[in-house]
């Protein structure tokens, strides 16, 4: 494996994210509160590990593939990248709040806040996926 391959283990990894917040959130529905902890603790750490390959991947590879065509699709693709890239950035902080307050049993505050960071951390994990298969695989870029 080498960094060119980052991209799609960066895209995995967010798949897994995407997965793991799912069924955390069917658990605590069913008021399953550990496999609800355990799927949020695995959420975070596969989004650490994300976030590790990422800053590697462009730490050490100096290009940057830029969405060119098709040229009408651009909008559409830039609209996602652009929402994906501004939530990521926010979400960090709701994240560590979030799973702050559950460790310390403060658990009213905690559903307050995971009422937010849920379906923002949910749509950058789903978004990330796209953001790859766009990029790579539906519209490969010159």
């Known amino acids: ?9 960066n895209a995995t990894l967010n798949g897994l994210s995407a997965v793991f917040l799912a069924i955390g959130f069917v658990f605590i529905k069913r008021g399953n509160k550990i496999a609800h902890r355990n799927c949020m603790i695995s959420a975070f750490s596969t989004s650490v590990i994300f976030l590790v390959c990422y800053l590697t991947y ?15 699709f651009r909008p559409i693709y830039l609209t996602i990248l652009i929402s994906h890239t501004l939530l990521a950035v926010t979400i960090v902080p709701l994240i560590l709040m979030t799973l702050s307050r559950a460790r310390k049993q403060n ?7 995971a009422r937010w960071t ?5 749509y950058v994990s789903v978004t ?15």
Do not use: C, N, R, S
């Not at 494996?1 to 283990?9: K, N, R, Y």
């Open 1 to 9: 494996m080498t960094t060119h391959d980052l991209p799609a283990v």
């Open 58 to 72: 462009h730490a050490t590879v100096k290009t940057v593939t830029h969405f060119v065509e098709p040229a009408w």
């Open 107 to 113: 658990f009213e505050a905690h559903k307050k806040i």
């Open 118 to 122: 849920w379906p923002l951390w949910m």
């Open 128 to 142: 990330g996926v796209i953001i790859y298969w766009l990029l790579y695989v539906k519209f490969p870029q010159p």
